[in-house]
């Protein structure tokens, strides 16, 4: 995964090409403040008004949401 101004990529031959992931529309996590992965396939976000934080568990082809407290 790669993370940029614009939006999510994602590649899965070592970096060499990257697909654009559209992660900022729909029920996506848009801006944040901070991004880690756990794994190849897990990664979790801050929302950038950190009260949200998302998962996703397929390299970000999909996220949910749960709320801070």
Do not use: E, K, Q
Not at 43 to 63: E, L
């Amino acid at each position: 995964m790669l993370v940029s101004t614009d939006d999510l990529y994602l590649s899965g031959d070592g970096g060499r090409r990257f697909a654009r992931l559209s992660a900022n529309g729909g029920s996506s996590p848009g801006a944040l403040v901070w991004l880690g992965l756990a794994s190849a396939t897990v990664g979790h976000g801050i929302s950038i008004g950190r009260r949200t934080i998302w998962t996703t568990t397929d390299c970000g082809h999909s996220w949910w949401a749960g709320v801070l407290r």
